[in-house]
Structure formats: structure tokens, C-alpha cells
């Protein structure tokens, strides 16, 4: 017999609250499970006091109690290391560069121009081939955005340009610096990406340059005022200046998008990396 209720369609929200239901059963599960097995006690403690998800951790280390794994710390500590390895995303660097806009945005004082002048030298004199490069302002608000980066084309003689420019199609890559707005004032860098997508030959690269000093919340909100852009990579500056890089690689984790760059330092252009797994883990723990 039908029940009368078997026909009452189940709502979005509904399935959502189920989901978040039986998450925080798996949370409480994976906690208590833990707690059973001082040495994976132990290693989620380690993770956890370096700044990494508890929930994530322990939910992580619990599959493992009873296993041949459970009393080797060294193993277990790999474990956590070989997961955050698998998770972590690296945009590789090409060396295919030829017709290239690269737009970087983000917030205001992340240091955007300084990456950009670090990119354009990286472009025109350390890769493989000697790519031509140029420098184009499109920053409306800051003031003295144009003098920086003609310092920057002048000292490394890379040409600073106008978006008429952009037309000719005479260089490999354009290296684009924009405004530090965050969700606002932002049609008309979507209005020039539109009419180069559509009326030039380059490909356009969209970088979101963040600090790995800025705290969780600050990254969400930076994220979520240029969600309206394709962001096809992470950057992330001012390595120099911390030694705690948790919230960066919890940030990583959660957003599952790769970080192409890393800048350590205001030298130009030496204190630029590309990134890797290896150097962002060994530095989370604080190892050289």
C-alpha cells in the first residue's frame, strides 16, 4: 500500500541538510575513533597545532587504526604529507607562450605590480626562448600605477604599451596589471578581456594573486570579489614575511585550483619561484 507521503517531492535543501547531517556524524565518528589510538592521536595533534582542517585530519587518520600503519609515526606523518601532495593542484609553466595576455588581479597592496615586473623578466630572459614581451597598465585608481611599471619596462626594457596596442599582435606575452578593486568596478577589465578574446589572436590567462599572510576569512572574500572572472591560477606573494602557511594550504585544498607562482621577496626578478608541491610542503613544515 502507498503511503500518502511517498509522492511529496524531496527538496534541494533538504538533501543538502542530510549531507551536512551526516557529515558532522563522520566528524564525530573520525574524532572518537582517534581518540582510541594514542600515535594517530598524536600525528592528527601535529597537523592540527600546524594549522590544517581538524575535522579534515582526523577523518583523514581514522580508516587506519587497527591497520599495520597505526603504530609507525613516521609513516603516518608521510601518510598526511602524501594526501596533502595529492590534493594540492601546480599550474606547470610552458614554455608554449606565443600570443599570451596574462591579467593579474587582486586586492589592492598584494604587490601585483611588483609580480608583474618579476614576470615580465622571467618571460623575456629566463625561459628557453626569449619571449617578447611587453607591460600594459590598466589600473584606473591607483596613483602612480603607470610610473611604477614604466620603472620596471624601462630598467628590464620591456615596453610599456597602450590597449591600442593590443591589436598590432606583434608580442609573445602582455603582461596586464589591473586595479586592487575586489568585486567592484570591475566591467571594464571584463569588457577589455571580452574584446581581446574576440577581436585579437591571444589566449587570455587570468592569475588571482593573494598574500600568504592573510588570514582564511580575508582569502574567501578576496575569491568571492573576482568570482566573475575564469581565474586559471593562483599566485601567491609575500612568503617572506610568514612562517605559517595553514590557512594558504587549507585555502588550496578547499578552492581545488592551482597556484602557478610564488614571490618571496621585493627583489626583481630573483625572488620569484615557480611553485611546487615539494617547497609548498616543506615549507608548511618548516623544514628547508
Known amino acids: 500500500m502507498t503511503q500518502e507521503n511517498d509522492n511529496i517531492p524531496v527538496t534541494i535543501e533538504e538533501i543538502q541538510a542530510l549531507r551536512a547531517e551526516i557529515s558532522l556524524m563522520h566528524e564525530s565518528l573520525a574524532h572518537d575513533v582517534i581518540g582510541h589510538a594514542p600515535l594517530l592521536q598524536k600525528v592528527a595533534d601535529l597537523f592540527v597545532a600546524k594549522g590544517l582542517d581538524k575535522a579534515w585530519v582526523e577523518k583523514l587518520l581514522a580508516p587506519l587504526v587497527g591497520s599495520s600503519f597505526e603504530n609507525d609515526e613516521m609513516l603516518l606523518v608521510a601518510y598526511v604529507l602524501e594526501e596533502l601532495d595529492i590534493l594540492l593542484k601546480i599550474k606547470d609553466e610552458t614554455n608554449v607562450l606565443d600570443k599570451k595576455v596574462h591579467i593579474v588581479v587582486g586586492a589592492t597592496g598584494i604587490g601585483k605590480t611588483s609580480l608583474i615586473g618579476k614576470l615580465g623578466a622571467r618571460y623575456a630572459y629566463f625561459l628557453n626562448i626569449p619571449y617578447k614581451v611587453a607591460y600594459l597598465n590598466f589600473d584606473r585608481q591607483k596613483v602612480g600605477a603607470v610610473e611604477q611599471l614604466a620603472h620596471y619596462a624601462d630598467a628590464m626594457n620591456i615596453p610599456l604599451i597602450v590597449e591600442e596596442d593590443l591589436f598590432g599582435e606583434e608580442y609573445d606575452v602582455i603582461l596586464i596589471d589591473t586595479a586592487g578593486s575586489i568585486g567592484k568596478n570591475l566591467s571594464e ?3 577589455l578581456i571580452d574584446i581581446i578574446q574576440r577581436d585579437t589572436a591571444y589566449s587570455v590567462e587570468i592569475s588571482l594573486v593573494l598574500s600568504a599572510t592573510s588570514k582564511a576569512r580575508d582569502l574567501e572574500r578576496i575569491v568571492d570579489g573576482f568570482k566573475s572572472f575564469a581565474i586559471d591560477s593562483f599566485v601567491f606573494t609575500k ?13 588550496l585544498i578547499e578552492h ?14 630573483e625572488d620569484l619561484i615557480v611553485a611546487s608541491k615539494e617547497y609548498l610542503l616543506n615549507q608548511f613544515m618548516n623544514e628547508e
Open 256 to 269: 581545488n585550483k592551482p597556484i602557478s607562482y610564488l614571490s618571496t621577496g621585493q627583489v626583481i626578478p
Open 189 to 191: 577589465l571584463e569588457s
Open 239 to 251: 612568503l617572506d614575511e610568514t612562517y605559517d602557511l595553514a590557512d594558504m594550504i587549507n585555502f
